[in-house]
């Protein structure tokens, strides 16, 4: 099953991409499809305990393997990821104008980021993880930059993907370490570590976790990605992506919760962050940018709570992440709504959309009361268990981790209250603008999330059923918790009064307070400004390595190989050396010591490329000595084509070298005796120190039962190691489109405004290196 | 020029091509057993090539597809075997009895050969292409491009010492 809906997916996103682009709007109705019947599948295995996987072996010999594993969790994380996930495909059809462009190419990415979602949640092996966690990336920067020819929606999606892709490298070190410390790869078999290396994993996966889950300071990312089209940031931006890093800290926590640093870096990245957060939401003006920055504070919350790794703190996680992904879709898509209807989402200038708009404002105001933890809604009975959570600790961890929850929760409450209020409330009327009509297809989603947050207060048994198991599938012992509807006059219940209260309260006198515009993005500006340094630096480094000189490249190379050998001159063994097998050898290796010194010596090009030419026809007479016919075949063959190429090249060329400097004359005979010093020493090192026996009557076996041929090195390249000359033919076409494009690129580029490319010839004298110039003169 | 100026090296390479092609698939099929394979038989057939260009008989052209061609084949060789189950570049050998030449043993090698007969081909073709041997042929050499005035300030510049 899990096979047929991925494979569902993927030739939905195929169709779409062929023919979107005639369907319109209508392409979205088709990409709900594949959502709609994943999120159905989902909820009917909600809160059972059985467990699906499907897995495929790819290279079994490196353990890579894509595994799936469909448990309590992984069915209610993909009921939410799909379900708003049709949700916002329907909502989209209403947001988008009918004549709206690129509308195949909108859903197919919306679709292919929901495979990559669901991929995500159901994955077991990490290895799964890590591919569909970049997918996740890859696609989130494209919907993200949406909206391509605008420069501001481009930058803010540059800084998304160089973000959450920079997690990513982080995530596969993490991994690595991961995988090194448990032993295992499969995230359901995880047990707990400690150590060094467990230490180094949990914090690399806790640096990946915070820039996918937006975490101070990683978070600057997910402000700029409201430049995306609003039912993206309703799909992404709520629901689904920016809590994959929170899905991985449920998941890995319990591996790593006995680490020392887990603790107090995820505790300091939560609270940081949900403080920050909701200090954001209440300075900006634009209701989209306020949600954004409330989405931040409760995804530190979250990572808080999880952190914290109490029983109770989990389940009380897993429960806010239910009902977090179901009130900010629910406000965000009215903020859309809004935003389409009137023109403007800034909160100064909306003002008495409760009379014009009275379903977005039942809407809203129910999915806002939920956020703020109000009863009768989802939000209340969960916000009532971090509350517990918090109060059940003790000692500093009370003062500092439960009061800073406490004062976050305050702070949630005000910004919500400032921003219904500044949308919603009667005010100065609104000038100049007309509120138009509704558009049935963005209220149905947005009514039905609504509900969902009413429903999910009264079944809320059938809730506690769902989110429990997925909490136990982190930590066992949260098996005892429930969601309550009325708790009683309990502590946590007054507490929680008593924040929703103060926080109504600062929200409406801040509401009052008048604020012309919202803060400058100074993270953000300064997360710009890292990324150009990066791309500088890169370039002024490139500049230097990349000069263009061939003879300094060369030189390069050969010094560095002569460093190489230098271990090996310890291994030498002099016993082991001998002079020659038999007498044919050693003429052969004096012919061909000579006609190399002469390479060195001939002037004209044409002489030194047939003299080369003789170097490789000698060493080809070696492999006969030595009984190599293979190795003979292709070496003549190699020399033949080259020395007629070589023929066919020179033409371009000078007849003679260039007459190189007494110093650089100097310099390459002692680059060439140190090469030719390091060489021997590799070899007489090696030859020393042999590793075991060559396993040639074994190859010769093999290849004849499993390769079919009597020929070993040819059952070897084509069959034993048929990966590596996959691996050669790949540079091989590499090198050839590289030929290609270069001298394509030459015959396009006009004689005058080629003079400055070759600039970078400053090096000493060379033959290859000055093709550009001389081939400007045979024109 | 060289094919205008020497009927003889003309003559010779036409006469030489269907040999060359002969050996380069009787190199490409026995490689299996003997010396030989599909590296070799595609520079047989490069070298062949590189000749008949020189000689002025044929351009070299579409590089790209025989590398695409050659590329392809490789590939799907490489990841066939997933569709059935097998890992990566599993080897297929099947038995034929074919009316001459009695029982034929061959299998996915051969396949996977033929790819790289397609990329070296496709290299060596790049490589003239690149060095728009045509029309060096069909120009000839220019004499005395050394005393022309560009190359020795080329040669000038050479001097200056490594930076």
């Given at each position: 099953m899990?096979?047929?809906?991925?494979a569902?997916?993927?030739?939905?996103?195929?169709?779409?991409?062929?023919?979107?682009?005639?369907?319109?709007?209508?392409?979205?109705?088709?990409?709900?499809?594949?959502?709609a019947?994943?999120?159905?599948?989902?909820?009917?295995?909600?809160?059972?305990?059985?467990?699906?996987?499907?897995?495929?072996?790819?290279?079994?010999?490196?353990?890579?393997?894509?595994?799936f594993?469909?448990?309590?969790?992984g069915s209610?994380?993909?009921?939410?990821?799909?379900?708003?996930?049709?949700?916002?495909?329907?909502?989209?059809?209403?947001?988008?104008?009918?004549?709206?462009?690129?509308?195949?190419?909108?859903?197919?990415?919306?679709l292919?980021?929901?495979?990559?979602?669901?991929?995500?949640?159901?994955?077991?092996?990490?290895?799964?993880?890590?591919?569909?966690?970049?997918?996740?990336?890859?696609?989130?920067?494209?919907?993200?930059?949406?909206?391509?020819?605008d420069?501001?929606?481009?930058?803010?999606?540059?800084?998304a993907?160089?973000?959450?892709?920079g997690?990513?490298?982080?995530?596969?070190a993490?991994?690595?370490?991961?995988?090194?410390?448990?032993?295992?790869?499969?995230?359901?078999?995880?047990?707990?570590?400690?150590?060094?290396?467990?230490?180094?994993?949990?914090?690399?996966?806790l640096?990946?976790?915070?820039?996918?889950?937006?975490?101070?300071?990683?978070?600057?990312?997910?402000?700029?990605?409201?430049?995306?089209?609003?039912?993206?940031?309703?799909?992404?931006?709520?629901?689904?992506?920016?809590?994959?890093?929170?899905?991985?800290?449920?998941v890995?926590?319990?591996?790593f919760?006995?680490?020392?640093?887990?603790?107090?870096?995820?505790?300091?990245?939560?609270?940081?962050?949900?403080?920050?957060?909701?200090?954001?939401?209440?300075?900006?003006?634009?209701?989209?940018?306020i949600?954004?920055?409330?989405t931040?504070s409760?995804l530190?919350?979250?990572?808080?709570?999880?952190?914290?790794?109490?029983?109770?703190?989990?389940?009380?996680?897993?429960?806010?992440?239910v009902a977090?992904?179901?009130?900010?879709?629910?406000?965000?898509?009215?903020?859309?709504?809004?935003?389409?209807?009137?023109?403007?989402?800034?909160?100064?200038?909306?003002?008495?959309?409760r009379?014009?708009?009275?379903?977005?404002?039942?809407?809203?105001?129910?999915?806002?009361?939920?956020?703020?933890?109000?009863?009768?809604?989802?939000?209340?009975?969960?916000?009532?268990?971090?509350?517990?959570?918090?109060?059940?600790?003790?000692?500093?961890?009370?003062?500092?981790?439960?009061?800073?929850?406490?004062?976050?929760?305050?702070?949630?409450?005000?910004?919500?209250?400032?921003?219904?209020?500044?949308?919603?409330?009667?005010?100065?009327?609104?000038?100049?603008?007309?509120?138009?009509?509704?558009?049935?297809?963005?209220?149905?989603?947005?009514?039905?999330?609504?509900?969902?947050?009413?429903?999910?207060?009264i079944?809320?048994?059938?809730v506690?059923?769902?989110?429990?198991?997925?909490?136990?599938?982190?930590?066992?012992?949260?098996?005892?918790?429930?969601?309550l509807r009325?708790?009683?006059?309990t502590?946590?219940?007054?507490?929680?009064?008593v924040?929703?209260?103060?926080?109504?309260?600062?929200?409406a006198?801040?509401?009052?307070?008048?604020?012309?515009?919202?803060?400058?993005?100074?993270?953000?500006?300064?997360?710009?400004?890292?990324?150009?340094?990066?791309?500088?630096?890169?370039?002024?480094?490139?500049?230097?390595?990349?000069?263009?000189?061939l003879?300094?490249?060369?030189?390069?190379?050969?010094?560095?190989?002569?460093?190489?050998?230098?271990?090996?001159?310890?291994?030498?063994?002099?016993?082991?050396?001998?002079?020659?097998?038999?007498?044919?050898?050693?003429?052969?290796?004096l012919?061909?010591?000579?006609?190399?010194?002469?390479?060195?010596?001939?002037?004209?090009?044409?002489?030194?490329?047939?003299?080369?030419?003789?170097?490789?026809?000698?060493?080809?007479?070696?492999?006969?000595?030595?009984?190599?016919?293979?190795?003979?075949?292709?070496?003549?063959?190699?020399?033949?084509v080259?020395?007629?190429?070589f023929?066919?090249?020179?033409g371009?060329?000078?007849?003679?070298?260039?007459?190189?400097?007494?110093?650089?004359?100097?310099?390459?005979?002692?680059?060439?005796?140190?090469?030719?010093?390091?060489?021997?020493?590799?070899?007489?090192?090696?030859?020393?120190?042999?590793v075991g026996?060559?396993?040639?009557?074994?190859?010769?076996?093999?290849?004849?039962?499993?390769?079919?041929?009597?020929?070993?090195?040819?059952?070897?390249?084509?069959?034993?190691?048929?990966?590596?000359?996959?691996?050669e033919?790949?540079?091989?076409?590499?090198?050839?489109?590289?030929?290609?494009?270069?001298?394509?690129?030459?015959?396009?580029?006009?004689?005058?405004?080629?003079?400055?490319?070759?600039?970078?010839?400053?090096?000493?004298?060379?033959?290859?290196?000055?093709?550009a110039?001389v081939?400007?003169?045979?024109? | 020029?060289?094919?205008?100026?020497?009927?003889?090296?003309?003559?010779a390479?036409?006469?030489?091509?269907?040999?060359?092609?002969?050996?380069?698939?009787?190199?490409?099929?026995?490689?299996?057993?003997?010396?030989?394979?599909?590296?070799?038989?595609?520079?047989m057939?490069?070298?062949?090539i590189?000749?008949?260009?020189?000689?002025?008989l044929?351009q070299?052209?579409?590089?790209?597809?025989?590398m695409?061609?050659?590329g392809?084949?490789?590939?799907?060789v490489?990841?066939?075997?997933?569709?059935?189950?097998?890992?990566?570049?599993d080897?297929?050998?099947?038995?034929?009895?074919?009316?001459?030449?009695g029982?034929?043993?061959?299998?996915?090698?051969?396949?996977?050969?033929?790819?790289?007969?397609?990329?070296?081909?496709?290299?060596?073709?790049?490589?003239?292409?690149?060095?728009?041997?045509?029309?060096?042929?069909?120009?000839?050499?220019?004499?005395?491009?050394?005393?022309?005035?560009?190359?020795?300030?080329?040669?000038?510049?050479?001097?200056?010492?490594?930076?």
């Amino acid at each position: 099953m899990i096979w047929s809906l991925l494979a569902l997916h993927v030739v939905v996103v195929v169709v779409i991409s062929v023919i979107g682009a005639r369907l319109g709007r209508n392409a979205l109705w088709l990409a709900a499809v594949p959502m709609a019947v994943t999120a159905m599948w989902s909820a009917t295995r909600l809160g059972s305990d059985d467990v699906v996987t499907a897995g495929f072996e790819w290279v079994p010999g490196l353990d890579l393997a894509l595994e799936f594993r469909v448990d309590a969790m992984g069915s209610l994380l993909s009921v939410l990821v799909s379900g708003i996930g049709a949700l916002v495909c329907v909502y989209a059809v209403g947001y988008f104008s009918a004549g709206a462009a690129s509308m195949g190419r909108f859903a197919a990415t919306l679709l292919a980021f929901s495979t990559a979602m669901v991929g995500l949640v159901w994955a077991d092996s990490v290895w799964t993880v890590f591919i569909f966690w970049e997918l996740t990336s890859i696609t989130s920067f494209l919907l993200v930059g949406f909206k391509h020819a605008d420069p501001v929606a481009r930058i803010a999606a540059r800084r998304a993907l160089v973000i959450t892709a920079g997690g990513g490298l982080s995530l596969l070190a993490g991994f690595v370490l991961f995988v090194d410390a448990t032993g295992t790869s499969r995230l359901s078999e995880i047990t707990p570590v400690t150590g060094s290396t467990a230490t180094a994993a949990a914090i690399l996966i806790l640096l990946a976790a915070a820039t996918k889950s937006a975490q101070f300071p990683f978070h600057v990312w997910l402000p700029g990605a409201m430049a995306a089209p609003t039912p993206v940031s309703a799909y992404l931006h709520s629901a689904t992506m920016v809590k994959a890093g929170v899905i991985l800290v449920a998941v890995v926590a319990p591996a790593f919760q006995d680490t020392e640093v887990w603790k107090p870096l995820g505790l300091s990245f939560g609270l940081a962050t949900m403080l920050w957060g909701a200090v954001g939401a209440l300075r900006h003006v634009d209701a989209k940018l306020i949600l954004a920055w409330g989405t931040v504070s409760q995804l530190g919350l979250l990572i808080a709570l999880l952190a914290l790794g109490t029983p109770k703190a989990t389940f009380a996680a897993i429960s806010i992440l239910v009902a977090h992904a179901v009130f900010k879709a629910a406000l965000f898509m009215v903020v859309g709504e809004v935003d389409v209807r009137t023109g403007t989402r800034n909160i100064n200038e909306l003002s008495g959309l409760r009379r014009s708009m009275p379903i977005t404002f039942v809407v809203a105001v129910i999915s806002g009361a939920s956020m703020a933890g109000i009863p009768p809604l989802l939000g209340f009975p969960t916000k009532e268990a971090a509350i517990e959570a918090a109060l059940g600790l003790s000692g500093n961890e009370f003062l500092i981790v439960g009061g800073l929850i406490m004062f976050g929760s305050v702070l949630t409450v005000a910004y919500t209250t400032r921003l219904l209020i500044g949308m919603f409330a009667a005010g100065d009327p609104m000038t100049g603008r007309e509120v138009a009509s509704r558009r049935p297809a963005m209220s149905a989603p947005e009514v039905i999330l609504a509900a969902g947050s009413v429903l999910g207060f009264i079944a809320l048994g059938w809730v506690t059923g769902v989110v429990r198991p997925a909490a136990v599938t982190v930590s066992p012992d949260a098996e005892v918790y429930s969601l309550l509807r009325w708790p009683g006059l309990t502590e946590a219940f007054v507490t929680s009064m008593v924040i929703v209260s103060f926080g109504v309260l600062i929200g409406a006198l801040l509401a009052r307070r008048h604020v012309a515009s919202g803060p400058v993005a100074r993270g953000a500006a300064n997360a710009d400004w890292t990324i150009d340094g990066i791309g500088r630096l890169a370039r002024q480094v490139a500049g230097r390595v990349q000069h263009g000189s061939l003879p300094l490249y060369l030189a390069t190379t050969v010094t560095v190989v002569c460093v190489a050998a230098v271990p090996f001159v310890g291994e030498i063994d002099t016993d082991t050396l001998y002079w020659w097998d038999n007498r044919a050898e050693a003429v052969l290796v004096l012919m061909i010591v000579a006609v190399a010194v002469a390479a060195t010596m001939v002037t004209s090009r044409l002489g030194a490329a047939l003299v080369l030419g003789a170097v490789g026809f000698s060493i080809a007479g070696l492999f006969v000595a030595r009984g190599a016919p293979d190795l003979v075949l292709t070496q003549l063959l190699v020399e033949t084509v080259v020395v007629v190429g070589f023929v066919v090249g020179l033409g371009r060329l000078a007849t003679k070298f260039p007459t190189p400097t007494r110093l650089w004359t100097a310099g390459r005979v002692v680059i060439a005796g140190a090469m030719a010093i390091a060489v021997a020493v590799a070899l007489a090192g090696s030859a020393a120190n042999p590793v075991g026996e060559a396993p040639v009557r074994e190859l010769a076996v093999t290849a004849q039962t499993e390769g079919g041929g009597k020929n070993v090195v040819n059952v070897i390249l084509t069959d034993t190691r048929a990966l590596d000359t996959f691996g050669e033919i790949i540079v091989l076409m590499v090198v050839a489109v590289g030929i290609l494009t270069l001298s394509t690129k030459r015959r396009r580029t006009r004689p005058e405004t080629r003079t400055d490319t070759p600039a970078a010839g400053s090096g000493p004298a060379s033959a290859s290196a000055r093709v550009a110039p001389v081939d400007e003169v045979a024109r | 020029m060289i094919s205008r100026t020497s009927p003889i090296v003309s003559l010779a390479v036409r006469a030489v091509t269907p040999i060359a092609l002969l050996v380069a698939a009787y190199v490409l099929f026995a490689g299996h057993n003997q010396p030989g394979g599909g590296f070799a038989a595609g520079l047989m057939l490069g070298a062949i090539i590189v000749l008949r260009t020189v000689a002025g008989l044929q351009q070299p052209r579409h590089a790209t597809w025989w590398m695409a061609v050659g590329g392809v084949i490789a590939g799907l060789v490489a990841i066939g075997p997933l569709l059935w189950g097998e890992p990566l570049l599993d080897q297929v050998v099947v038995t034929w009895d074919v009316p001459v030449l009695g029982t034929v043993k061959s299998g996915s090698a051969l396949l996977f050969d033929l790819g790289v007969v397609g990329l070296v081909v496709g290299l060596v073709l790049a490589l003239l292409d690149g060095l728009d041997a045509t029309a060096l042929v069909d120009r000839g050499r220019r004499p005395a491009v050394a005393d022309s005035p560009v190359d020795r300030a080329a040669t000038a510049d050479d001097q200056g010492t490594p930076t």
